[in-house]
Structure formats: structure tokens, C-alpha cells
């Protein structure tokens, strides 16, 4: 929509909404910040594929809160922050957008060098990720493509691929759907976790995360202070 407002990625320019639906979801996300994965050829980097990390924002704030409440966030860090991010029981999805001319193959094999090595530990994580490798060959990965995985609180995840110019939100046909908690796992901890391909999307999203959390814990404060005190 026209005015609609978005957070604009530094290196390679790509916008994302801050607040929008996604692959036909009845209820919009948020933005907690994007970021960009470089690949250095000789010496020179060059930019792979833009980030952003979605949410959905209130069942996220409310997990958020309840993990608050319970002694979680003591340190406020960003570890912290962002093993609730991946742990969270809410639907979050993570946008990518090619930076340059990729083919299916060459981008699941980059993951593969990462993921195997966690999921070959159990023939269900190996299975996944053939079936998640097989899901992109011949997929042609053009510059402006997007890749969307929505990691869904049944641990089921959702991979479809946005030609350029295509939106996002609207319903797409899945490249596939991986019904292995071991697999979204891994994916998210790529991202999320201590060792992340994409560092400074990933401070980005504990901060955002933490924004998020003080929001909910305004809007409970305010909740309890707009209860009027009988007479």
C-alpha cells in the first residue's frame, strides 16, 4: 500500500514492510530488522541475499511477557533474546531476497555445509534435508527472488519462492512443507543462533525483540491501570 512504511536494508537496498501479511496469512506480521549475508570471492565481498526476520507480533509479545515473568530476560541478552526468538510458540517467518544471480542448487548447498552436520545426527534430520535440497532443484534463483520459511507452531515448515516482482503477501503455491521439528530447528539457528551466518540482523532482531517484550509490558500496565476501582 501506498505509504506504507518499511525497513530498508543498508548494503544491498532492498525494503521490507514493517508490518504485512505473508503468503496469505489472515493476520500481518512484523519486522524485527534486517540484515545481508556477503560471500567473499577473492578478496572483494559480494552480497548473496538480503534478510528479515518476521513475527507475529502479538502472540510473540505475549510469549515474550510470560518467559519475562518467568525469570527468562534476567541479563537482557542477546543470546537470551534470540533462543526465545527460535524456542517462541508463535508463527515467525524469514524473508530472503537475492542479491545476485543464484541457481536452487548453489543456495541449498551453501546451507548444506551448515546443516548437515547437525542433522545427519538422526535419519528423521537427514531425511529432512534431502526432501528440503531435492524441494529446490532447478529452481532458478534470479536476482529479486524471495525466499520465504514460515516456521509454524505445529513445528511444520513452509518454504515458497516469489518470483521477482511477485508480493510476498499474497498466497503462493508452497515449494514445499517440511513436517520436521529437527530441520526448522536447524534453519532458525543458522540464522538465530551464536554461530549466525547474518551477525548483525541478528543484534538487530534481540533488539527488536526486547522493544517488542517492553511494549507488551506497557500495554499490561496499562490494561491493570484502566480497571476502575469500584465505589
Given at each position: 500500500?501506498?505509504?506504507?512504511?518499511?525497513?530498508?536494508?543498508?548494503?544491498?537496498?532492498?525494503?521490507?514492510?514493517?508490518?504485512?501479511?505473508?503468503?496469505?496469512?489472515?493476520?500481518?506480521?512484523?519486522?524485527?530488522?534486517?540484515?545481508?549475508?556477503?560471500?567473499?570471492?577473492?578478496?572483494?565481498?559480494?552480497?548473496?541475499?538480503?534478510?528479515?526476520?518476521?513475527?507475529?507480533?502479538?502472540?510473540?509479545?505475549?510469549?515474550?511477557?510470560?518467559?519475562?515473568?518467568?525469570?527468562?530476560?534476567?541479563?537482557?541478552?542477546?543470546?537470551?533474546?534470540?533462543?526465545?526468538?527460535?524456542?517462541?510458540?508463535?508463527?515467525?517467518?524469514?524473508?530472503?531476497?537475492?542479491?545476485?544471480?543464484?541457481?536452487?542448487?548453489?543456495?541449498?548447498?551453501?546451507?548444506?555445509?551448515?546443516?548437515?552436520p547437525r542433522l545427519s545426527l538422526s535419519d528423521e534430520g537427514e531425511a529432512a534435508?534431502?526432501?528440503?535440497?531435492?524441494?529446490?532443484?532447478?529452481?532458478?534463483?534470479?536476482?529479486?527472488?524471495?525466499?520465504?520459511?514460515?516456521?509454524?507452531?505445529?513445528?511444520?515448515?513452509?518454504?515458497?519462492?516469489?518470483?521477482?516482482?511477485?508480493?510476498?503477501?499474497?498466497?503462493?503455491?508452497?515449494?514445499?512443507?517440511?513436517?520436521?521439528?529437527?530441520?526448522?530447528?536447524?534453519?532458525?539457528?543458522?540464522?538465530?543462533?551464536?554461530?549466525?551466518?547474518?551477525?548483525?540482523?541478528?543484534?538487530?532482531?534481540?533488539?527488536?525483540?526486547?522493544?517488542?517484550?517492553?511494549?507488551?509490558?506497557?500495554?499490561?500496565?496499562?490494561?491493570?491501570?484502566?480497571?476502575?476501582?469500584?465505589?
Amino acid at each position: 500500500a501506498a505509504g506504507r512504511a518499511s525497513l530498508r536494508e543498508a548494503r544491498t537496498g532492498q525494503e521490507y514492510p514493517e508490518v504485512t501479511p505473508l503468503l496469505g496469512s489472515p493476520y500481518a506480521y512484523r519486522c524485527l530488522g534486517v540484515g545481508s549475508r556477503a560471500k567473499k570471492i577473492a578478496i572483494v565481498a559480494v552480497d548473496v541475499y538480503s534478510i528479515a526476520l518476521y513475527v507475529e507480533p502479538r502472540k510473540a509479545a505475549a510469549e515474550l511477557g510470560y518467559r519475562l515473568r518467568g525469570g527468562f530476560f534476567d541479563g537482557r541478552d542477546e543470546d537470551s533474546m534470540c533462543t526465545a526468538l527460535v524456542d517462541g510458540a508463535f508463527s515467525k517467518v524469514l524473508h530472503l531476497t537475492m542479491a545476485r544471480n543464484i541457481t536452487g542448487q548453489q543456495f541449498t548447498d551453501a546451507l548444506e555445509k551448515r546443516l548437515a552436520p547437525r542433522l545427519s545426527l538422526s535419519d528423521e534430520g537427514e531425511a529432512a534435508l534431502e526432501a528440503f535440497t531435492a524441494a529446490f532443484s532447478g529452481v532458478d534463483l534470479s536476482k529479486g527472488t524471495a525466499v520465504l520459511m514460515r516456521f509454524q507452531q505445529d513445528d511444520a515448515t513452509e518454504v515458497a519462492v516469489c518470483a521477482p516482482g511477485a508480493d510476498p503477501a499474497a498466497s503462493q503455491q508452497p515449494l514445499g512443507t517440511f513436517a520436521s521439528p529437527a530441520l526448522g530447528r536447524a534453519l532458525l539457528e543458522l540464522f538465530l543462533g551464536g554461530a549466525s551466518v547474518v551477525e548483525k540482523a541478528r543484534a538487530e532482531w534481540a533488539q527488536s525483540g526486547y522493544a517488542l517484550l517492553d511494549s507488551d509490558t506497557v500495554r499490561r500496565k496499562t490494561d491493570r491501570s484502566d480497571v476502575l476501582p469500584e465505589l
